[in-house]
């Protein structure tokens, strides 16, 4: 999935509950249970993906949790806000 639309009217709510969502988030091995979002494909996605965030904020878009590449390999740790 690479697009989510919101009314406008609910977008605010909308955000807020899915940064709070995000906030338990665990990222890491996707071969572990407690892992809510595995490591992209390559390095080349991971980048790909970044630099749209990156992209996003020089544009004014405001990044309200991550935001950053994650150090190691798929290190168990959750985002931070």
């Given at each position: 999935m690479e697009r989510v639309y919101v009314h406008r009217a609910i977008a605010d709510r909308f955000v807020d509950a899915l940064v709070d969502a995000a906030?338990?988030?665990t990222y890491g091995d996707g071969r572990d249970a407690s892992t809510v979002l595995g490591p992209l494909v390559d390095r080349r996605q991971r980048d790909l993906v970044h630099?749209?965030?990156l992209d996003a904020a020089a544009k004014g878009a405001r990044i309200r949790i991550g935001g950053e590449v994650p150090a190691g390999r798929?290190?168990?740790t959750r985002p931070r806000s």
């Open positions: 906030r338990g988030y630099g749209h965030v798929a290190s168990s």
